[in-house]
């Protein structure tokens, strides 16, 4: 009975210094540094344009179908930034089947008058499933090069220009071996934007 | 398929590499030498004795030091219970979240102190920052320094010459946070925020996006969070999207980096076990063993998630790779992962007790979801949790010695100790607590109508929803086909007219709390036993624990007892799916 006693005011002793240590002390401490050392990125890597901001560089967001920006993957939660959620459906649902035909039409649609004879069995599969963040910042580099038709097209660029700004805003892989390489949408819309300001 | 595997071969070797340094450095932290933190951290370890009236050279025997985890569990539970419940009239709680409601908070406090971190609910529209930091992540490290300090007083059981001494759990509770998680996390952090992950306390922020629209981004410290659920296999996220959220897991960078910190305490200890019981050599023989298995599991979800889902091939989505594209099933996948590193993570996160996900597990293929169900079914032994995944492989080590006794008809043995009726006893206890209320609380789950309301999708992806739900609570590894729900939110984040099943959350917590300390208090009981027992030198007829052929024997005693038990129930869900391309 002694020892019981003994153990619960250690314990309560423990979890006091503890919680002060691991969950006040520490989270400060880290946010003091990151916020010193790397302000943009601790505060949500974001993109201004003229003062304002428009975005994060790590979050995609919703192009609506206008014709003249790429677009980003479907999303399950409408692009949100603040409830996020999985689409959670499994491998062998009808909805989600529905859902991938659906997305393949509105692609073959969207795509198909400024790449003529364009087929699904070339449509890359990140145009057709959503991601899992909901909020993925980036597209295939397949995905792009096929909506850089569209986009030069609808600007009247010279498509050549539009795959320069793809490949320039091609996020590639971690030493050259981890990961997949993605185009980073948000950027690349920018970019075309500030081009046609120039 | 080659660039992927090449990806996995080399972040394999490069955690290989590390396992010696960081073992090593482990055991010097169980055996409170001095290490080169010891100038700074010194004086702090020395304070925390001083104000916890602690000696650290007092040991304990196996049942003092279970009562000290106990009643240390139960604080931290109340504490943790207590803030959940009143999070409303807390501070920093810039969206003005209200208080949790009781059964919700039961299965939260009781998922993060038995390190499952399993949530029924979604971080950035529940929780205040209050709450992530003073609750949660204090849990975090916490809850996964108890199951460092079980495995370091059985490894002092297994190599005590004399005695009944196991340790002092305090002085490892102190040790293990100050020496090895909150270095290691805070360096980690600062990296993962040099890369984009946020740590801030500012509240959220709305802009209107380049098409005109508005979007609105929750912030919070996440980095620090981050680092240490990965660190200590927790794998509670802050956000409801977990490692999936570009907040939390950057890019490639990022996502290398987390997947090692998840890895390299689990790993490492196979080694310090080695050093500790003075034979390198066994060290080794269980981390091959774990890699052998965690090779196996890493292949099979790879491959079944390149090939694609049904779901994919009846709309007529092509699913090979081509040029700028990875094909397979990218459904719940992030392009920046794509699907070898997404499926290296799976593996990984189900293997050890983490749980956290960079991927939507619940929209994996049928063979893809049945890997992350069966490296469950082990008893997460393959690496496994901080400290819980080896002590609970030791178990298992024990069973094989004994069988592998009675095979060749000789008193079994391990490092020179006899193992007998009462050892062999516990370690089934032991072995056999957790696939027990796994598949009691699946049954119960399905069979009534208070357990299927949580479930999300139709046909046999219901029952693997249920099943996992209740394998990964009692496995204390909280990742989940996050169908399955114990808590909506219609109104999120206002949170109006929100509502927590009691039954899911309710059961979940049992689970999680029987399967976390009854196996930990057998293992101790173990430890205990054999700490006493003579060390016996090897003969020519000692059968080798050290061997490969040992390691073969173990890893087809694990792979029985996994099959033997949970076979009927994967048959009924992810290999119903994963043998048909019909649709439900």
Sequence with gaps: MNGLRRDLTTAAIAIVFLTLLLGVAYPLVTTGVAQLAFPGASNGSKVEVDGRVVGSKLIGQDFKGLPRYFQSRPSATEYSGDVTYFNNLGPNSREL??????????????????????????????????????????????????????VAAVRSLPLSDVLDLVDEHTDGRFLALFGEPGVNVLRLNLALDQRGTE | MAQGWAQIVVFLLVLTALVPLVGTYLARVFRGERVFLSPVIGPVERFAYRVMRVRPEEGQDWKAYARSIVVFSLVSWLALYLLLRTQGIQPLNPEGFGSGPWNLSFNTASSFVTNTNWQYYGGETTLSYFVQMVGLTVQNFVSAAVGIAVLAAVIRGFAARSGAALGNFWSDLIRINLYVLLPIAFVAALVLVSQGVIQTLDGS??????????????????????????????????????????????????????????????????????????????????????????????????????????????????????????????????????????????????????????????????????????????????????????????????????????????????????????????????????????????????????????????????????????????????????????????????????????????????????????????ALAVAGSLAGKRIAPAGAGTFRADSPTFVVLLIGVVAIVAALTFFPAFLLGPVVQGLTDQLF
Excluded at chain 2, 226 to 253: C, R
Excluded at chain 2, 422 to 428: A, C, H
Aim: glycine share 12%.
């Design chain 1, 97 to 150: 089947s529905d859902f991938f035909g659906k997305q393949l039409g509105a692609y073959l649609k969207r795509e198909r008058p400024f790449n003529p004879g364009l087929s699904a069995d070339e449509v890359p599969v990140d145009a057709t499933t959503t991601s899992a963040s909901g909020v993925d910042p980036h597209i295939s580099v397949a995905n792009a090069r096929i909506q850089a038709h569209r």
């Design chain 2, 205 to 522: 922020t709305t802009f209107n996006t380049l098409a005109g629209g508005t979007q609105t981004l929750a912030l919070g410290p996440v980095a620090s969070q981050e680092a240490i659920k990965e660190l200590g296999t927790n794998g509670g996220g802050f956000f409801n999207v977990n490692s999936a959220y570009p907040f939390e897991n950057a890019n490639s960078f990022t996502n290398m980096v987390e997947l090692l910190l998840i890895l390299i305490v689990p790993a490492s200890l196979t080694y310090t076990f080695g050093r500790m019981v003075g034979n390198r050599r066994q060290g080794w023989a269980l981390y091959a063993a774990m890699m052998a298995m965690f090779l196996v599991a890493v292949g099979v979800v790879y491959a079944a998630e390149q090939h694609g889902s049904p779901a994919q091939h009846h709309a007529g989505v092509l699913t090979h790779a081509f040029d700028g594209s990875t094909g397979g099933n990218m459904e719940g996948k992030e392009q920046r992962f794509g699907i070898a590193e997404s499926s290296l993570w799976t593996a990984v996160t189900t293997v050890t007790s983490c749980g956290a996900v960079n991927a939507a597990l619940d929209s994996l293929t049928g063979i893809g979801g049945l890997v992350p169900l069966a490296n469950m079914g082990t008893g997460e032994v393959v690496f496994g949790g901080v400290g819980s995944g080896l002590y609970y492989m030791l178990l298992f080590v024990l069973l094989t010695v004994f069988i592998a006794g009675l095979m060749v008809g000789r008193t079994p043995e391990f490092l020179g100790k006899k193992i007998e009726s009462r050892e062999v006893k516990l370690v089934l206890v032991g072995v056999l607590v957790t696939p027990l209320l796994a598949l009691f609380a699946t049954a119960l789950a399905v069979a009534s109508p208070d357990g299927t309301q949580s479930i999300y999708n139709h046909g046999p992806q219901g029952f693997s929803e249920s099943l996992y739900a209740y394998m990964s609570q009692a496995n204390n590894n909280g990742s989940a086909f996050a169908g399955y729900t114990g808590f909506v939110q219609p109104n999120a984040p206002g949170n109006a007219g929100a509502e927590a099943f009691s039954f899911a959350n309710l059961l979940g917590g049992l689970v999680m709390i029987l399967a976390r300390f009854l196996p930990m208090i057998a």
